[in-house]
């Protein structure tokens, strides 16, 4: 599916658009059924969103005071189950795609991570299972949001079906 994203903005003191196209959507190879599509993201407070420009995002995590604003697709837990399923290769794609946001996931408990951000998440499509570092699990349906404060979580998908979530993220605020 290809999202549209139409950004505005202000020129000689006249809203605008400056930006009207589809967004590039990442399939991930060694997950049939991950994709990660990263619409917009801030590497600090907005200073002069006037004058809005295309933005390249080096990193999935935000730095602090940035944000981030993406869909991802969550395939069902079967993808990885199967014989053909290579983790090792999975794991270099993610360093690859995702950069310091793989750093974050361990590699002893699969899909589990701690992000320094405050999420917001949106259940669109699907139902997703969020499971937190004491083996709570929380089953999720469409409409259902998130509120994600630094804490260790993955996500799961025991259904048959993908599930699909918008999120924010906001980096934390510097200490001090």
Avoid at 54 to 61: F, G, K, R, V, Y
Avoid at 149 to 174: D, I, Q, Y
Wanted: negative net charge; contains cysteine; proline residues 10%.
């Amino acid at each position: 599916m290809s999202i549209r994203r139409v950004v505005t903005g202000v020129r000689e003191g006249k809203a605008v658009i400056v930006q009207d196209g589809p967004v590039e959507t990442y399939g991930f190879e060694t997950i049939p059924g991950a994709t990660q599509t990263n619409f917009w993201g801030t590497d600090g407070p907005p200073e002069n969103v006037g004058a809005s420009k295309e933005i390249q995002i080096d990193s999935i995590l935000p730095p602090a005071l940035g944000s981030r604003f993406m869909i991802i697709d969550i395939p069902p837990d079967s993808a990885a189950q199967t014989a053909e399923f290579d983790p090792i290769a999975a794991a270099q794609e993610y360093k690859t795609a995702l950069g310091d946001f793989a750093d974050c996931f361990e590699p002893d408990a699969p899909g589990m991570h701690t992000t320094p951000t405050l999420d917001y998440g949106f259940v669109i499509s699907g139902t997703p299972v969020l499971e937190l570092d004491d083996g709570q699990a929380v089953a999720l349906n469409p409409g259902d949001v998130v509120v994600q404060c630094r804490t260790r979580h993955a996500w799961r998908n025991p259904s048959s079906e993908p599930a699909k979530m918008l999120f924010v993220l906001l980096g934390e605020k510097p200490d001090g």
